[in-house]
């Protein structure tokens, strides 16, 4: 079997466990999306996913959307800014990136709003909340979403808020993870009945390699899956 036929192989399978999630929570098949997350690998791995018909691909670091936007540029590649972003990386994700996922404080977002508006663009980004106890984990506080989405509304027309972001706990324990996941659904659902004008609420990016059906049986629209779908990363 070639290393497309894997990916392929393997891509195939995850849609299929997706698709059994949404199944098992009564939603249609095909209602989640899938977002690759190529961090660590290089060009060839993301042209052999884009390959399959992947067009949004996931990244942590800016750096590294930029060092391979260059070699991919004949594919289009929409760049998905997913890791935590540093205030000072604002302007490299506001050149590079279609998508600001990690949007988790007013300081970020004023500086993305201030690149993007020199810039005469606009983003899509999500609004990252944190719903794990962990410490290394980012994000804002779900009290804090409500003023939060606002004031972005109000002051931040380049960033068109679509939704909301979290990364679950890490732990063995599925209810945790699965709290975690429906904590982040609920809070949209509330969120929803406040009708932030200027805000939209539609999407749910949550769940990776390691949990993304308990996320899609919670309400994910989206899943961030890296390592199933690319293989084992190397860290060197």
Same mark, same amino acid.
């Given at each position: 079997m070639s290393f497309d036929d894997s990916m392929a192989a393997r891509v195939a399978g995850l849609r299929q466990r997706i698709d059994a999630a949404c199944a098992r929570s009564g939603r249609p098949a095909g209602s989640v999306a899938l977002l690759p997350v190529s961090k660590t690998f290089g060009p060839e791995a993301v042209r052999q996913a884009a390959a399959l018909g992947f067009t949004r691909f996931g990244e942590n670091k800016t750096q590294e959307i930029h060092q391979k936007a260059g070699p991919l540029a004949d594919l289009g590649i929409q760049w998905v800014m997913i890791g935590h972003l540093q205030t000072n990386k604002a302007k490299d994700a506001a050149r590079d990136a279609a998508e600001v996922q990690s949007l988790d404080r007013l300081e970020l977002a004023q500086a993305l709003q201030r690149r993007l508006e020199a810039d005469g663009r606009a983003i899509d980004v999500l609004v990252q909340v944190k719903t794990s106890p962990e410490p290394s984990?980012?994000?804002?506080?779900?009290?804090?979403?409500?003023?939060?989405?606002?004031?972005?509304?109000? @002051?931040?027309?380049?960033?068109?808020?679509?939704?909301? /972001?979290?990364?679950?706990?890490?732990?063995? @324990?599925?209810?945790?993870?699965?709290?975690?996941?429906?904590?982040?659904?609920?809070?949209?659902?509330?969120?929803?009945?406040?009708?932030?004008?200027?805000?939209?609420? @539609?999407?749910?990016? /949550?769940?990776?390699?390691?949990?993304?059906?308990?996320?899609?049986?919670?309400?994910?629209?989206?899943?961030?899956?890296?390592?199933?779908?690319?293989?084992?990363?190397?860290?060197?």
């Open positions: 984990k980012h994000g804002l506080p779900p009290e804090d979403t409500a003023g939060f989405l606002r004031t972005l509304a109000r @002051d931040c027309p380049a960033l068109r808020v679509q939704g909301l /972001m979290t990364l679950a706990v890490q732990s063995d @324990d599925t209810e945790a993870v699965r709290r975690c996941f429906r904590n982040l659904r609920e809070l949209r659902d509330r969120l929803r009945g406040e009708a932030i004008d200027g805000v939209r609420l @539609d999407r749910l990016s /949550m769940g990776m390699s390691g949990d993304f059906e308990i996320a899609v049986e919670e309400g994910a629209t989206e899943v961030r899956i890296g390592s199933a779908i690319f293989g084992a990363r190397s860290y060197s």
